[in-house]
């Protein structure tokens, strides 16, 4: 979505602060239990609110959740991820959840469905025609994963935020 709102002409001051001040809050969230080490450090903090990366990882790591947020709308899987950034799948999948707390792919379907939430809030789009756009292959699977999420389905999820219209 960032990435949509800076390509927009004539371009806006206005979009820019927010798409910075956007960002800065979410990487302010992922870096609240999130600490650097560097290579050489031997130290070991037993600490289980914090989660410990290396310097080479955060690059990796950044790498992954810019892939996920550029093509989240794509039917990509878990595995393609690692391999478009040029490492093994599983390895990827190990820095990430070291990183964020949770798999790739569940890092993914949160994007999905952050999607889905802006899109059913702001639009009378079709509930099928977001399920698609947000990289949902089916009516089936997008359902069952949104009533997961939310607690109840997309039409009731609109019903129930409509006052925001």
Not at 88 to 110: E, Q, R, S, V
Request: hydrophobic share 35%.
């Amino acid at each position: 979505r960032w990435y949509e709102d800076l390509e927009k002409q004539p371009f806006s001051k206005d979009t820019v602060d927010i798409v910075l001040l956007e960002m800065r809050a979410r990487l302010l969230r992922f870096c609240k239990h999130f600490e650097v080490m560097h290579q050489s450090t031997t130290s070991r903090d037993t600490s289980k609110n914090t989660r410990k990366l290396y310097t080479n990882e955060v690059d990796i790591v950044s790498q992954l959740a810019i892939y996920i947020a550029k093509n989240y709308m794509n039917p990509i899987k878990s595995s393609d991820i690692g391999k478009a950034i040029g490492i093994h799948p599983d390895y990827a999948n190990t820095l990430f959840k070291k990183a964020f707390g949770c798999t790739m792919h569940d890092y993914l379907i949160k994007e999905r469905i952050s999607h889905v939430e802006r899109l059913l809030i702001t639009t009378d789009r079709p509930i099928t025609d977001i399920a698609f756009s947000c990289g949902f292959n089916t009516i089936s699977r997008f359902n069952a994963t949104f009533l997961s999420v939310n607690g109840c389905t997309p039409r009731e999820y609109r019903t129930k935020n409509d006052a925001w219209k």
